[in-house]
């Protein structure tokens, strides 16, 4: 296949197959808070569901940044300049702002929020978080656990782990119930969007007429076994 082929056979919107296009469903929407979304080349280059790419065109203020190490990443490094917001990194860590707690808005402060995300595997996030020494001091926050990924077509190593777009939901619901944001429930199409592209993909991978790109037959994550490097290794970087 040649590449004009290639090209006529992918929507330029959102980087998918047209047979997967996610444009129909996607619904953008303003947030007083910005979104900057750190992708790991990986992620921007390999990955077919692709979450945190959707999850930007629905967020209309929000970024994507595609780099391993963001010290000298010109583009980042302005956004955590600008003074118009107070930044805060969603990842977990022993101290951290809980946005499912009391009393957010006084503890994330007057300022706009800008919340900096990391997109990519665990492995891959925890180097992205080591190599980017200028995220090591900027406030953490998180939220409660006990919501389980309904992403079930991919093997999460941890069962409160959740996917970029589910984290993103989880943040502005919380956010909402603070008072710091009023989206008013068009947060939902971020789940919306994200359940389509669930529900075409087990659609096509139980169609054993259609090519994929996988080495091996498709199989669901309750048929998998848990690699034991999960249960032994630290998923999250620490200062």
Same mark, same amino acid.
């Given at each position: 296949?040649d590449?004009?082929? &290639?090209e006529?056979?992918?929507?330029l919107?959102?980087?998918?197959?047209?047979?997967?296009c996610?444009?129909?469903?996607?619904?953008?929407?303003?947030?007083?808070?910005?979104?900057?979304i &750190?992708?790991?080349?990986?992620?921007?280059?390999?990955?077919?569901?692709?979450?945190?790419?959707?999850t930007?065109?629905?967020?209309?203020?929000?970024?994507?940044?595609?780099?391993?190490?963001?010290?000298?990443n010109?583009?980042?490094?302005?956004?955590l300049?600008?003074?118009?917001?107070?930044?805060?990194?969603?990842?977990?860590?022993?101290?951290?702002?809980?946005?499912?707690?009391?009393?957010?808005a006084?503890? &994330?402060?007057?300022?706009?929020q800008?919340?900096?995300?990391?997109?990519?595997?665990?492995p891959?996030?925890?180097k992205?978080?080591?190599?980017?020494?200028?995220?090591h001091?900027v406030?953490r926050v998180?939220?409660?656990?006990?919501?389980?990924?309904?992403?079930?077509?991919?093997?999460q190593?941890?069962?409160?782990?959740?996917?970029?777009?589910?984290?993103?939901?989880?943040?502005?619901?919380?956010?909402?119930?603070?008072?710091?944001?009023?989206?008013?429930?068009?947060?939902?199409? &971020?789940?919306?969007?994200?359940?389509?592209?669930?529900?075409?993909?087990?659609?096509?991978a139980?169609?054993?007429?259609?090519?994929?790109?996988?080495?091996?037959?498709?199989?669901?994550?309750?048929?998998?076994?848990?690699?034991?490097?999960?249960t032994?290794?630290?998923?999250?970087?620490?200062?």
């Amino acid at each position: 296949m040649d590449s004009v082929t &290639l090209e006529m056979n992918l929507c330029l919107v959102c980087r998918r197959r047209l047979v997967t296009c996610l444009c129909p469903h996607i619904v953008p929407f303003d947030t007083t808070s910005r979104f900057i979304i &750190l992708m790991h080349p990986k992620e921007f280059k390999r990955e077919k569901i692709g979450t945190g790419r959707f999850t930007h065109l629905i967020l209309k203020n929000s970024k994507i940044i595609v780099d391993v190490g963001f010290d000298e990443n010109v583009e980042f490094q302005k956004l955590l300049a600008d003074q118009e917001y107070e930044t805060f990194v969603l990842y977990p860590g022993e101290t951290v702002i809980d946005l499912s707690g009391e009393n957010v808005a006084e503890k &994330l402060g007057p300022k706009k929020q800008q919340f900096v995300v990391i997109d990519g595997t665990w492995p891959c996030a925890k180097k992205m978080m080591k190599l980017s020494t200028c995220l090591h001091y900027v406030p953490r926050v998180s939220f409660k656990l006990g919501r389980r990924s309904e992403f079930s077509i991919k093997h999460q190593p941890h069962p409160d782990c959740l996917s970029t777009v589910e984290s993103i939901h989880q943040v502005l619901l919380d956010l909402n119930r603070a008072g710091v944001e009023s989206t008013q429930g068009r947060e939902e199409n &971020l789940m919306l969007v994200f359940r389509e592209t669930v529900r075409m993909q087990k659609e096509l991978a139980s169609d054993p007429t259609r090519e994929g790109y996988r080495r091996k037959p498709f199989s669901f994550p309750e048929e998998r076994r848990m690699s034991k490097k999960w249960t032994e290794r630290s998923l999250f970087f620490k200062v």
